[in-house]
């Protein structure tokens, strides 16, 4: 399955670039994912965007009672939090890779942002931290409907809903998770 799932990210990730506006694809082209560490400004963005969402997946588990080191998909490893990681694979396109895309191509980042580093890295200054942070908090305040429920719900409490159905399936009071499907 993993290997699968890696073949899959290849192929969605070159799609993700392509999204990006040409006139942006000189600060933001990259060949493909690379991270810890990133090596370009995508992949700066994409890494950072990912942790801010982990860790409010990892929030959400522990507020239902859910320990976020226990995976599903993602391999049990030391410090490595599996069920945040399989959580947030709902939520990667909706949040993070949406918010992404739409920082790059409205130019709200620039080569201003993004600071190379020795070894070939490349780290967002403060301000490009800034930017990116206020955006995540805006676009966690946007409502979006969500399918079981059929009403709005704030962008930032899908991990808590989704959090508490899968605490409902693993405490036997629910039948199967239904996972977030964005339309």
């Given at each position: 399955?993993?290997?699968?799932?890696?073949?899959?990210?290849?192929?969605y990730?070159?799609?993700?670039?392509?999204?990006?506006?040409?006139?942006?694809?000189?600060?933001?082209?990259?060949?493909?994912r690379?991270?810890?560490?990133?090596?370009?400004?995508?992949?700066?963005?994409?890494?950072?965007?990912y942790?801010?969402?982990?860790?409010?997946?990892?929030s959400?588990?522990?507020?239902v009672?859910?320990?976020?080191q226990?995976?599903?998909?993602?391999?049990?490893?030391?410090?490595?939090?599996?069920?945040?990681?399989?959580?947030?694979?709902?939520?990667?396109?909706?949040?993070?890779?949406?918010?992404?895309?739409?920082?790059?191509?409205?130019?709200?980042?620039?080569?201003k942002h993004?600071?190379?580093?020795?070894?070939?890295?490349?780290?967002?200054?403060?301000?490009?931290?800034?930017?990116?942070?206020?955006?995540?908090?805006q676009?966690?305040?946007?409502?979006?409907?969500?399918?079981?429920?059929?009403?709005?719900?704030?962008?930032?409490?899908?991990?808590?809903?989704?959090?508490?159905?899968?605490a409902?399936?693993?405490?036997?009071?629910?039948?199967?998770?239904?996972?977030?499907?964005?339309?």
């Amino acid at each position: 399955m993993r290997g699968f799932e890696g073949d899959s990210a290849r192929v969605y990730f070159s799609g993700l670039r392509a999204l990006i506006r040409p006139e942006q694809r000189g600060v933001f082209a990259c060949g493909q994912r690379s991270r810890r560490p990133p090596r370009d400004a995508f992949n700066t963005l994409m890494s950072f965007l990912y942790t801010l969402l982990m860790h409010d997946c990892q929030s959400a588990l522990e507020g239902v009672g859910l320990d976020p080191q226990l995976g599903f998909l993602h391999a049990v490893r030391p410090g490595r939090p599996g069920l945040a990681l399989d959580l947030m694979e709902e939520f990667r396109s909706v949040i993070a890779d949406r918010l992404a895309l739409t920082l790059i191509n409205r130019n709200q980042l620039t080569t201003k942002h993004f600071e190379p580093r020795i070894g070939g890295t490349v780290y967002l200054t403060n301000d490009g931290r800034k930017t990116v942070l206020a955006a995540y908090q805006q676009r966690k305040q946007e409502e979006i409907t969500h399918p079981l429920f059929a009403q709005a719900v704030p962008v930032g409490l899908l991990p808590h809903v989704q959090a508490r159905l899968l605490a409902r399936v693993l405490r036997g009071d629910m039948e199967s998770y239904v996972p977030f499907l964005s339309r």
